[in-house]
């Protein structure tokens, strides 16, 4: 074969192919006892270099090529990447991006004619250097259109009418605000461009730009999927729509934010439906600007990007090994594939008791994932990843807390996150949450009662700070769903309006059917008129009173949450700072502030839903008791020993809280 095809493939002696084959350099493939194909291939450093991919001409177009090459990398899992040169003159590029590899540069080759190699490259487990900064930074994702790039490394003599447009995005505070890559596809219309000079010069010039882990399958079905939405016109008046087709795929697969370009007819082709049915944002170069400028500084958690998605856990078994590897491998701690594959499908089969979740929407798209196992009374969690892109922080955050639910849930107290090669953003969310790290396991005490100082140093084995306000927050939310009785904490009973409290605690929950989601925010805020008064000292407890209207028949209390801050704010600085938290309007902040300029903004977390709300005639007793009168018709403080009968009241016949 090799002797048949050397036009193509070049001289080798006998011996190259017997030295390999003893080095686990030669696979063959053969059908009825003949041979129909072989890859010769070299195992230098860390990648794999192909010298030869050969098949017979009558076993072409079935994908033996590839699935040679994949049982190739299968055979070497330790390997970074996969490397082949061939002459541009042999017009080959169809066949290496088939393989899933991109031209990355042309380099002479040896031939005494002259001929010019392209070299061809595909990554393997982990991307390239620089690479990690998308999966380690909770910045938007943007990808670049391949216009957008020529035209920031294009020849000052070249005639590029959005050049200047371009150069907006290479602003120092913009590259700080985003994490930038374009699709592997860009390597292949530039390794079109047929001027040499201008060829070398944009491959050299964007080698820096991070290249999307593409699955060429995949992201060819995706890209017909997309293309499906426009007519076969379209794609004859604009020849270049295929390859913008491969480019948004890839974006979308790789849960990218915004994809920016200068066409104008793939904007006015796709904007309508992309955003909305793909979440990605296709804009201008200006139009990513001003986007980004707006948003200022991202805070780590925004609930609003969780309200408007209708998110549900699924088990790990409806998607391919390849789908999750794609979108929480960790890049930046040089995890391989090889070993995400094999803690993943020991997961899958359920291997001494795993089970592994997917956190994804109406869609398919993914968001996260845990895997859970109980070990002698501890729920331990060897994989707790997330997507990347600018809702990564955020998901984190919930999921942190959802570890919590099912330590409850599997009635176990201890949590621990051995996971080798954690996100940095899960990592600051599982701080933020009370997880201590002690070599590099992140460990958690999931506490569901309400003790005095006693009981609790009792089922601590060591004293516990409880002196002041602060402190009791802080063990809290360490121990979460931990209450300590205490009488440092300040508390009052807060009113609520019944629509307000469906809109932030769905609650109650048969005014509107509420779509399947992360269950009640961990931190929130709620916007009150500025006559609101309420102790000075933070952190307060507060007592949620829903009032009754025609959707309530009865005032009551239904939870209870911690009051972290409270400010007085004009209401479009209110909205601005606020508004990553969600559920609220300007309009409505400013009916909340009436004829007033301001609105009073308190931020709360750690919420819990009784699950015995009491009504007003079961409070009359408890306000009796401790001397409050009146209705609670205005936030009103009450004593500290009015909220622990509050809590006493939802403890069952066997004397368990459940907060």
């Known amino acids: 074969m090799a002797k048949e095809n050397s036009a193509t493939l070049g001289f080798l002696p006998n011996a190259a192919f017997t030295d390999r084959a003893a080095h686990n350099g030669l696979l063959v493939a053969s059908r009825d006892g003949i041979v129909v194909g072989y890859v010769l291939y070299d195992l230098p450093k860390s990648h794999i270099k192909l010298v030869h991919v050969s098949v017979t001409a009558g076993s072409r177009g079935d994908g033996l090529a590839a699935r040679m090459v994949e049982h190739v990398i299968e055979s070497n899992p330790r390997r970074t990447g996969i490397l082949a040169n061939c002459r541009r003159d042999y017009d080959m590029d169809a066949f290496w991006t088939s393989l899933g590899m991109s031209p990355r540069s042309d380099k002479p080759g040896r031939a005494l004619d002259g001929s010019t190699l392209t070299v061809w490259w595909r990554p393997l487990g982990e991307l390239d250097l620089f690479d990690g900064l998308i999966s380690e930074s909770g910045n938007p994702l943007i990808v670049l259109d391949s216009n957008v790039v020529i035209d920031l490394h294009s020849s000052p003599t070249v005639k590029r009418p959005n050049r200047v447009e371009s150069r907006a995005l290479v602003g120092d505070w913009l590259q700080a605000a985003a994490a930038f890559a374009v699709s592997p596809h860009l390597d292949v219309e530039l390794n079109k461009l047929s001027d040499p000079l201008e060829r070398k010069q944009q491959m050299s010039g964007s080698a820096h730009l991070i290249r999307l882990r593409s699955d060429q399958t995949a992201s060819k079905i995706l890209s017909g999927e997309l293309a499906s939405r426009i007519t076969t016109a379209e794609f004859s008046r604009d020849a270049s729509l295929s390859d913008d087709f491969i480019h948004l795929a890839d974006a979308v697969r790789a849960n990218a934010d915004f994809f920016v370009t200068n066409d104008g007819n793939l904007i006015s082709l796709t904007q309508e439906w992309l955003e909305r049915d793909f979440g990605l944002a296709i804009v201008r170069p200006h139009e990513l600007v001003i986007r980004l400028d707006k948003s200022g500084e991202r805070p780590l958690y925004e609930p609003r990007l969780l309200q408007s998605v209708d998110f549900e856990f699924q088990n790990a078994t409806t998607r391919s090994d390849a789908a999750l590897e794609d979108a929480f491998l960790n890049f930046t701690g040089h995890e391989r594939g090889q070993d995400f594959r094999s803690r993943l499908r020991a997961a899958l089969a359920g291997a001494e008791g795993l089970s592994a979740q997917i956190l994804t929407d109406g869609v398919g798209k993914l968001y996260g994932i845990l895997v859970i196992q109980v070990v002698d009374g501890c729920l331990q969690v060897p994989l707790f990843r997330v997507s990347r892109g600018h809702i990564a922080s955020t998901v984190a955050f919930q999921l942190a807390r959802r570890l919590r639910s099912l330590a409850l849930q599997q009635s176990v107290g201890q949590i621990a996150i051995d996971d080798p090669v954690l996100q940095s953003v899960t990592k600051e969310a599982l701080v933020h949450d009370g997880f201590q790290e002690v070599s590099n396991v992140y460990s958690a005490r999931t506490i569901d009662a ?27 939310r360490r121990l979460w769903p931990l209450l300590i009785r205490e009488d440092v904490t300040p508390c009052v009973v807060l009113p609520i309006r019944p629509q307000a409290a469906m809109e932030l605690f769905g609650y109650p929950a048969n005014l509107v059917d509420r779509s399947p989601s992360l269950g009640l925010r961990r931190e929130h805020v709620y916007f009150a008129s500025s006559n609101t008064k309420l102790v000075s000292a933070l952190p307060v407890r507060a007592l949620w009173y829903i009032s009754a209207d025609a959707t309530v ?29 969600g559920v609220y309007k300007l309009k409505q902040l400013q009916v909340a502030a009436g004829k007033r300029s301001t609105v009073r903004v308190i931020r709360f977390e750690d919420t819990h839903l009784l699950p015995r709300p009491l009504p007003r005639r079961q409070l009359k007793p408890v306000k009796e008791r401790h001397g409050v009168v009146g209705n609670f018709q205005s936030t009103r403080s009450v004593p500290v020993g009015f909220f622990h009968d509050i809590l006493d009241a939802q403890r069952d016949d066997a004397g368990e809280v459940h907060g």
């Open 450 to 476: 309400y003790f005095n100082t006693a009981e609790l140093g009792a089922d601590l084995g060591e004293q516990v700070n409880v002196s002041t306000a602060d402190a009791v927050a802080e063990v809290e």
């Open 553 to 581: 028949a009865e005032r009551l209390i239904f939870a209870h949450s911690r009051i972290i801050e409270c400010l007085d704010l004009p209401t479009a600085e209110a909205n601005q700072r606020f508004s990553h938290m």
